[in-house]
């Protein structure tokens, strides 16, 4: 009997309490729970058990689990760690120090439940993230909604090789000092804004100032919508008075693939937020005014974001209702604190990606590409490791994202970050304005579907070979003889519109795949429709399912 209570004892301490293990749950009760990753294989037996994933971090990830899932852990070979009983008391966040600043003491603002590089994991109360944010840490919201494990998105997405661009040149030509200045002096209160009809100065962009946010997010709405003629949401993931916006161009072929540059628009109290992050947002804003003003195949987007300074919440919920509407999101590159540079040492910038999506190397290497092509004064320094900002939202739902930065790795970061002397006057103009000139360049890069020669129409109707009969669920191909190719399908009458890049194509109608009718050289013109009809075999099966392209 006696043997019988020890072991009943041990298994408790095992199932509960794993060495490093502070406190015990009870059989039901869901746990906050660390689950150690030491390789790629640890994922996929942990992505067997099934538990939701929160986030990863520090060479693991979080969970949430009762007994019967630690259980499960365990069984899958995975080292575990409870780190908090209860899922339900509390917030927890993600706290970052930032490099060349003292480390806070993280223990006077909340509970430190587990030590990671550069940070903590913190059980800490909401209205405390202004407060720590002052003393230079950063905090990254753990939301406890599961976070999809297969980050997809491996396929090549970003050009390998690039050449400059005349058109892109024409983009970087039209950055200069007094614009980047004029919009970073407008949101930093310096100068006055024109919103609600009216003029006002910016007093704050702190998320939850009330009238200062409101007008700070609706003068660069308004902007956008009135002075560019973009598409503008007010997404709401907290309050009207502190939506992030998004301002859209629609891509006249492929209008589902969608890109996006962005940055945080709020500040912290007690500083104007010069650099942290007026500096990213005036990038945004000239990113907008300078795009619009050509074609896009795709879909582009200029985001800013609010809720950054209290752990990523507004980029967090966007990313997470992308991922849940099944938004194609091709890659979104963040902008933040990109001003700051200690006048006469080495122009370096940071530029961030993760491991675990690989094509955010890829996104990452085309900006530096982008930097040496266009003879930018800047020395990009490509580096992993830092989620201290609103790309990590994104990698949260396996979107790919990049960080560019200054020198975070090397040391030379802003000594006014957080503080109130983070100003105008504290940033490196020179510096400042390449950045902002290498980011739009980029822009335009990444995407690849500019279309400066414009967009026409092709149209027709396929029928049937011996009597005419229109032909329903036809497929059109287009190729422009360059790997890249467009489809539609016919409707009940046969008939097919399909928006088209001006170029010169070779179209292939089919109703089945073994008979197809091809027409070469198909010339399509910017702002005119062009008609062909097709006359196509019928196949005796073609009205079962078709293959798909």
């Known amino acids: 009997m006696k043997n019988r209570f020890v072991i009943a004892i041990l298994l408790l301490i095992l199932l509960g309490n794993l060495p490093g293990n502070a406190q015990a749950t009870s059989p039901n009760q869901q746990a906050l729970v660390y689950v150690k990753l030491g390789s790629s294989d640890d994922l996929i037996r942990f992505s067997s058990t099934q538990l939701p994933m929160f986030t990863i971090l520090g060479g693991g990830l979080l969970t949430g689990t009762n007994r019967a899932g630690q259980q499960t852990l365990l069984e899958a070979g995975l080292s575990y760690q409870v780190v908090y009983p209860d899922l339900l008391e509390g917030s927890f966040y993600l706290a970052e120090n930032r490099v060349g600043h003292p480390a806070p003491d993280f223990a006077s603002y909340g509970q430190v439940l587990l030590n990671i590089a550069n940070g903590v994991l913190l059980r800490m109360d909401p209205t405390q993230s202004d407060a720590i944010s002052q003393v230079g840490a950063e905090l990254h919201a753990i939301t406890l909604v599961p976070k999809p494990l297969s980050l997809a998105q491996s396929i090549d997405v970003f050009p390998n090789v690039i050449d400059p661009d005349p058109i892109i040149q024409g983009m970087i030509d039209q950055v200069s000092e007094t614009k980047v200045y004029t919009y970073e002096q407008q949101l930093t209160g310096e100068l006055p804004v024109w919103v609600d009809e009216n003029w006002y100065?910016?007093?704050?962009?702190?998320?939850?100032?009330?009238?200062?946010?409101?007008?700070?997010?609706?003068y660069v709405g308004q902007h956008m919508a009135n002075e560019l003629g973009l598409y503008v949401e007010y997404h709401e993931w907290n309050n009207s008075t502190n939506p992030n916006v998004i301002g859209e161009i629609p891509g006249s072929v492929n209008p589902d693939d969608i890109f996006i540059i962005g940055a945080h628009i709020d500040?912290?109290?007690?500083?104007?937020?010069?650099?942290?992050?007026?500096?990213?947002?005036?990038?945004?804003?000239?990113?907008?005014?300078?795009?619009?003003?050509?074609?896009?195949?795709?879909?582009?987007?200029?985001?800013?974001?609010?809720?950054?300074?209290?752990?990523?919440?507004?980029?967090?919920?966007?990313?997470?209702?992308?991922?849940?509407?099944?938004?194609?999101?091709?890659?979104?590159?963040?902008?933040?604190?990109?001003?700051?540079?200690?006048?006469g040492t080495n122009p370096n910038i940071n530029l961030f990606y993760t491991n675990s999506i690989p094509p955010t190397l890829q996104l990452a290497q085309l900006y530096a590409d982008v930097v040496d092509a266009y003879n930018l004064d800047l020395d990009p320094v490509l580096g992993t490791g830092v989620t201290a900002s609103d790309h990590a939202s994104f990698w949260n739902y396996g979107f790919s994202s990049i960080l560019a930065i200054e020198n975070e790795m090397g040391g030379d970061f802003n000594p006014y970050?957080?503080?109130?002397?983070?100003?105008?006057?504290?940033?490196?103009?020179?510096?400042f304005t390449n950045f902002v000139k290498a980011s739009i360049a980029t822009y335009a890069h990444m995407s690849g579907c500019l279309t400066p020669d414009g967009v026409g129409t092709l149209d027709g109707h396929v029928s049937a070979a011996g009597g005419g009969t229109p032909i329903e669920n036809a497929t059109v191909i287009t190729n422009d003889g360059e790997g890249h190719t467009y489809s539609t399908k016919t409707d009940s009458a046969g008939y097919f519109k399909i928006a088209l890049i001006a170029d010169t194509y070779t179209v292939t109608a089919f109703a089945c795949s073994i008979l197809p009718t091809t027409i070469n050289e198909v010339i399509i013109t910017a702002d005119t429709v062009t008609s062909h009809n097709f006359i196509v075999q019928q196949c005796e099966n073609f009205y079962l399912p078709q293959v798909n392209r």
Request: glycine share 10%; with cysteine.
């Open 267 to 343: 500040d912290v109290n007690g500083t104007s937020g010069a650099d942290d992050n007026a500096s990213g947002s005036a990038a945004t804003l000239l990113a907008a005014d300078i795009l619009s003003q050509y074609q896009w195949s795709c879909t582009i987007r200029f985001a800013f974001w609010t809720g950054e300074e209290q752990g990523m919440l507004g980029s967090e919920a966007y990313a997470e209702r992308a991922h849940n509407t099944g938004e194609n999101i091709f890659g979104y590159l963040n902008l933040d604190m990109i001003a700051w540079n200690t006048l």
């Open 201 to 218: 100065t910016i007093t704050s962009r702190h998320t939850y100032s009330g009238v200062p946010i409101q007008k700070t997010t609706s």
């Open 417 to 431: 970050y957080h503080r109130f002397g983070d100003t105008s006057a504290h940033t490196d103009p020179a510096y």
